[in-house]
């Protein structure tokens, strides 16, 4: 096989997947579930081929699609060293999440929708990653939009889930406007939408730079990672299994919007940087105070996530797309992790997933524990975790350019380490603080074990020296940049200084302040006002509530009513009773008796006669 | 003794405004059929007349045509009446108005 049809192999099969669990194993979900399984198993293998087939050259193969005119729609394979890099790891985490899921969805009703569901989003995925033009990334954006609302919504009885895919759905709809926008523009204006063209275009001409198509563009980032201020739908989709929480909602969905970034950065001016950069630090900095607002356990790591993508979109912003492909990277290990550990948690404490009601877990499900603290220091960036190499390597470009974004960044970094203390103390500490979790037990094994090796990544994840070959040169680069940066060595002493502070200082901090296995939280308790107000996140959700309950719904019943009279009323019943007018007169003179003919006959002749020979007219 | 072509043509006439009062005016489908006939015939005449009148064979010619195309009508239109009647049992004009609305 050439890599072409190893990358084509690897797209397909988890959509035959899919296809197959639609059609025939609906109501047969054990098997549903282990042919999702062996399709995310195939794309590990495929990709593993992929990687190792990919040579120095980028994989291109590109097949006409569509065809009107001159404008032509191609499908096709854009796979170089980022996408081999992405590829690996969306495959492989990929994997594990669906391994997770076998133990956890094994109760479930609806087993054969929720892998199905997986399977599609796992097809989605890869084809955002593989895509070599902007049409066709639009076209697998949606797919992916259309899986995450379908797996959002998967407990569908309830009224939160519902409401949590649609907000999800319709979000990502606003920001996919732009989008869509943005392509129209960029074709207008290049001429085509493969990103290799446009790279030389722009590379052999600067000045087609255009900081509107890059804004354009950038709004889909900012629906699909949930930035600022389309941030809303992100915590309400914790709605949805644990398990799409972890593979959807953080390691992989939500990173795709700044994996785009990365695909299209050279369409970047220094303005969009610029406000791309103050956009994700502003976000890192406001979800990690509002994780302190937050006692459900999925939510806290909902806006963890949130704080993590603004990193992502902070070191984009300051040019460095390669670091923020690698704190994607080690983002998606140790938050799937978090996420997965989170779940096993839940599945232990029979769904019970706020922590001021857990307690004591560490005793009973060592393991996840175990596994879940890696996950913490990884997430704090302790020296030697994952997460330190790639939050150091942000945090040392974001001091190397703007003072206020370090400090941001570094104030980030303490309510990181703050928040998941306080999660870490009061869940897995103390005594169980209900019946739910005084029966905890330990996840099976197929639970158990990608944690295991989420946790060994979570670790290992950061040494970019030990990756393959194949993946993370954009990394390799933009660190090799940073480390020949001017004032570097200074900048990265004080990173590690303030860095170690802000873990020891946040994880000591929550001890003292939450305490150990308390019952109710601290801020509450002692500063009420303050603990409602990051509560309230900024009151976006009530300020979207009023725009939409108030304000669209007025222009929404102004247009109903244009709809109902003017163009039901007016032109439709109108046209209808003109025409229905015509008939009824028409209808009148066929007066069904052969005489009326006869004189009708006479008459006409009488006018033809009359016409023939200019009588009349 | 010649008769003139005015005399055929009014005798044309008469045979056509006959035809003509007895399609509008009578009910009987069968007679109206009749009329009709009396109408094609009285053209026929009025052919032939003009066709002597003027020494050549065009007005003749037409009539064969006439005859010819009425014979066929006249088949097909007896059929349609028969059939007609047996499903009815009527040919009156008054009472097939199935066509009114």
Known sequence: MTAAQILLAALLAPLLSAVLIACFLRRRGTLASYLSVAAAAGICVFSYLAIKANEAEPIRAAIEWLSFGNFTVSMGFLFDGVAATMLAMVAFV?????????????????????????????????????????????????????????????????????????KAFIVNRIGDLGFLIGIVYAYWHFGTTNIEAMGAAVNADPSLISWVIAALLMCGFIGKSAQFPLHVWLPDAMAGPTPVSALIHAATMVAAGVYFLIRIAFLFPESVLGGIAILGTSVAVYAGFCAYGQNDIKKILAYSTLSQLGYMSAAFGLGFAGIALFHLITHAFFKALLFLGAG??????????????????LKKMPITSITFFIGVLALCGVYGFAGFYSKDAILVAGGLNSTAIFALLTLGAFLTAGYMGRLVWIVFFGEPKSDAASHAHESGFSMVLPLIILAVLSVVGGWIEVWPEATGEIIRENLEHLHHAEGHDAMHSKVMILGSTAWIVGLLGSFFFYGVGKNGDALQNRAKSVYEFLKARLWFDEIYGFYVAKIQQRVAVLLSFLDVFLIKGLFVRGSAGLVGLVGACSRSLHVGNIHGYVYWFLAGIILLWALATGVVL | MTVGLNAFLIVAGLLFAVGLLGVTLRQNTLVIYMSLELMLNAVNLAFVAFSRYNGTMDGNLFVFFIITVAAAEVALGLAIIVALFRRRQSVMVDQLNALSH
């Open chain 1, 94 to 166: 990929g994997l594990l999440i669906h391994v997770f899921s076998l133990g956890y969805m094994a109760d479930d009703k609806a087993k054969g929708r929720f892998f199905g569901g997986l399977s599609i989003f796992m097809f989605s995925m890869l084809g955002i990653i593989l895509a070599d033009n902007l049409i066709m990334i639009f076209v697998f954006w949606e797919l992916v939009g259309f899986s995450s609302y379908m797996l959002i919504g998967h407990y569908l009885d309830t009224d939160d889930a519902a409401a949590a895919s649609k």
């Open chain 1, 344 to 361: 096993s948690i839940i599945h232990g404490c029979h769904h019970e997933q706020d922590i001021f009601k857990m307690g004591g877990i």
